[in-house]
């Protein structure tokens, strides 16, 4: 059973780069897709974006332009840089594994294994 | 986006109830429905996915309808340690989105 485990820096100043990494112990990053998610107050839960190992990636289009989201394969890990945080990214930041199963209606993706949370604060 | 609203956005309910927390969709998304618990301080966990699949693992206390727009979650007889904050997810489309959230107080 994979267990995803993050880690990065927790306290960053306004227009610096928040960057976290996760890695897959006990699996893979084979198969899946695997994304990051932030929980916030004020927005609640919010899909950030996601990766493929073989590289193909897709951003939520509000935050698109401040993301990247890469992978190593060879180390089964994959990362989280977003630049230029203010106050509105003050988070608790989730990576995850996206699964999927196939049916009549079509294949249908879920988030079934999670990464532990990373408390991210912006403050001057 | 397809926004999605729970509700209620919280209730309180007694050892043994049966318990029903609604998804609303703002387009038809088929199956692709997701529903999660979270306990504090800790990561959301997978509970039903498509709708009404069972996640491994999970208790068959926990059971998901709907299909379309409107989603059911039912917890047949309410725990003590269902104390949580459940939320649905679409997978429908890109940017996935969730529901705001439902407080289960026991």
């Given at each position: ?44 839960l ?79 | ?5 729970q ?28 529903w999660y618990r979270q ?5 959301p ?40 904050i459940y939320y649905c997810q ?8 969730f529901g705001?959230g439902t407080?289960?107080?026991?």
């Open positions: 059973q994979v267990q995803l485990y993050q880690w990065g820096a927790g306290l960053l100043k306004p227009s610096e780069t928040l960057s976290l990494t996760c890695s897959a112990h006990g699996g893979t990053l084979f198969g899946y897709y695997w994304s990051w998610i932030r929980q916030s107050p004020g927005k609640g919010e899909w950030i974006g996601e990766i493929h190992r073989s590289g193909v990636t897709d951003y939520n289009p509000s935050l698109k332009s401040r993301v990247t989201i890469s992978i190593d394969t060879s180390k089964d890990q994959f990362s989280l840089k977003l630049t230029s945080v203010t106050a509105a990214d003050t988070a608790i930041y989730y990576c995850a594994r996206k699964a999927d199963i196939s049916m009549i209606r079509g294949v249908i993706p879920y988030f079934d294994n999670w990464g532990q949370g990373t408390p991210v604060s912006v403050s001057s | 986006d397809i926004q999605l609203t509700s209620p956005s919280s209730l309180s309910a007694f050892v043994g109830d049966r318990v029903t927390v609604a998804c609303r969709a703002s387009q038809n998304i088929g199956l692709f429905l997701n306990e504090p301080g800790k990561a966990k997978l509970l039903i996915y498509a709708a009404s699949t069972l996640q491994s693992g999970v208790s068959s206390n926990f059971s998901g309808s709907g299909l379309g727009t409107d989603f059911t979650l039912t917890i047949t007889s309410l725990q003590p340690e269902d104390s949580a679409q997978s429908y489309t890109s940017p996935q989105t705001q407080k289960v107080e026991i």
